[in-house]
C-alpha cells in the first residue's frame, strides 16, 4: 500500500484577487438569502480530523489559506480567518487582496472566532454551522455562549453543499489489512477488551468516529487522508457484534468476510446517523463527546454514557512487540536519512540545491527502505528566514535556494508498516553567526534536559512541558506550539491523549509506560533564523524505588545532531556526556545498514565532542 509518492504533488496555486473575494460573497449572499446571520467554518471533518480529506476543505476553499488549522466566520458584511502564530505568516500572504482581515490568536484552542461573531452579528440572528464537522462538546459551548448573546446557533444546515461547485466527494482508496508482524495483536483480542471497557462503563453500545482508534481496533488501513494510512468510516458496537459503515465499494470482499468472522458487519457509510437514532431507548450508548460530532449524534433516544473513548487510551499505550517493532523502523528511518545528508553535504558544493530538493530527495530515500508506504506529514524543509516558520512548506511558488552560509531546518518523517517516525534537525550551511549558534544550543539544552527528566507514573503529560521550556526562559526566550505530541503506531503522527504543552491538564493525560511522544523545543526569530530539534521518545519503568512507579525515556530517533551549529562551551560536563552516548548508539545502530559515503558521513557525525 502507498499513502503517497515520494513525491507530493503540490496543490495549484490561488488566485486571491478574484477567486476568493468571489467565493465569500457568495457565502455572504447565501446568509443574506436565508436570513441567517453569520457563518463559521472550522478545519474539521465528521471525524474531527486534523488532516481532512479535500471534500471537507471548506476553511481553505473559501479562504484560501492552506494551514491545516484555523477558524473562518463570515457575516453579510464582514470576514474574518482566526490562526495561531504557527501560520501569521503564512496568513498573512495567503489572504492578501482577499478581503478576510486576519486575527492572531495565541493557540489553537482560542475562542477569539466566538467573541467576533458575537459582535459582528445582530441580537436575535442564528449563526449557521455544519454540526456533521463540529465536536458534540464543542457544539455545546457555542450553543451557550451564543444563547447569552441572544443569537442561535443553526447546525443542520450545510451551506458550504450549497454554494460549493464540483465539491469533491467522498475519497475512494480501498481499506486494506494491516497484518503480522507489524500488526502485533489480534482484532478479536482488541475487540474483546473494549467489550470489557464497555461493561465497565455499563454501555450496551459504544460510537468510534475517530478513524484513528478505529483503524486500531480493526487492525485496518486505508489512504483517505493525505499522510495517515486510514480511512473514513465509523463503527457502532454492540457487545455481540457490531457495524461498520464505510463507503460502498472501499472494503474488498475478503476483508468483509474476516470482519464477519468477528461479528463485524459493514453498510454505508451515510447510513451511521440512522443505525444511532434506531438504538432502543433502554439502550447505553459510550461515546466521547470530544471525538464524534454534534450532527451525528442528533435525535438519540437511547442513554448516553460520557467518557473518553478507551481505544484512545489503549493504543497510546505501544506493547513490548510494537516497540520492538518501532526500534526497527527508527534504525531503517535513521539509515534513509544519513544516506540523504551525505549526498546532500556533497550536492550542495557543486549544485544549485533549493528546499524542494531537500523535500524530493529525502522522501526518496526514506521510499527505498522496505515496509515504507508513504511521509507522516508534508517535509518541512526551511532555509533560513523560512525555518522561522514552524509549519512552512516549500512549494515551486515560495521556496528558498541554499546558496549561502545559514541554517537549514529540516522536519520529517515516514509511515512504515511497523511504525511512524517524525524527527527535526538543524545543520549548518557555512559558520554560523554566534546568535544563531547560541539558539541552537540553547534549544538542545532543553532537549537534553526533559530526555533526562524520571517522573512518577501517572504524571499528567503536560507538567513536563516546563523542563524543556527552563532553559530557554531563563534567556527570556519562548516558543509558541507545545513542546511534544503522542505519535501513534503506523497512523496518526500526532495522537493523543498524552500532550507535552501549555494545555490545562485533565486525569486521561497520564504518562503511561508504552506511550511515544515527541520533544521538541524550539526558538524562532522572525526574518532571520527558526531552530528546532526534535526526537520520539518512549515511556520506559525507571528503577523502582520506595516512592512508588517511576518512567523514565528511551530515545528511540537514530540520526545524528550537528555539532557545527552549537556553541560547545554552553554545554556541561553531563550534557556532553548525554550527547556522545546518544552518537554512539546511533552509530551502533546505524552503522551495519550503511556503506561508502553514507557510512563515512555518520562516522564523522558522530565524534565525541
Known sequence: PRLCSPRIPFPEPMTTSAVIPARVSSAQAALRARGLGALLVPSSDPHLSEYLPERWMGRQWLSGFTGSVATLALTAERAALFADSRYWSQAERELAGSGIELVKVQSAASSAHVDWLIEHTPRGQAVAVDGQVLGLSAARQ??????????????????????????PGLPSAPIY?????AATVSR????????RQMERHGASHHLISTVDDLCWLLNLRGADVSYNPVFLGHLLLGMRGGTLFVAPGKLPADLARELELDGIETADYGAARRALEALPGEAALLLDPRRVTAGLTEGLRCRPIEAINPTTLAKSKKSAAEAAQIRRVMEQDGAAQCRFYAWFERALKDQRLSELDVDQHLSAERAREAGFVGLSFATIAGFEANGALPHYRATPQHFATIDRPGLLLIDSGGQYLGGTTDITRVWAIGRLPAETKRDCTLVLKGLLALSRTRFPRGTLAPMLDSIARAPLWAQGIDY??????????????HEGPQSISKAIPEAHMAMEPGMITSIEPGIYRPGRHGVRIENLVLNVPAPAGEFGEFLEFETLTLCPIDTDCLALELLDASERGWLNA?????????????EGEALAWLDRRTEPI
Open 480 to 493: 509558541g506550539h507545545g513542546t511534544g505530541h503522542g505519535v501513534g503506531y503506523f497512523l496518526n503522527v
Open 188 to 195: 478479536s483480542e482488541r475487540l474483546a477488551e473494549l467489550r
Open 582 to 594: 546518544y552518537h554512539a548508539e546511533v552509530r551502533r545502530r546505524l552503522a551495519p545498514r550503511l
Open 142 to 167: 457555542l450553543r451557550t455562549a451564543l444563547e447569552r448573546a441572544g443569537l442561535v446557533l443553526e447546525s443542520q444546515r450545510d451551506l458550504l453543499a450549497e454554494i460549493w461547485p464540483q465539491r
Open 177 to 181: 489489512a494491516h497484518r503480522p508482524p
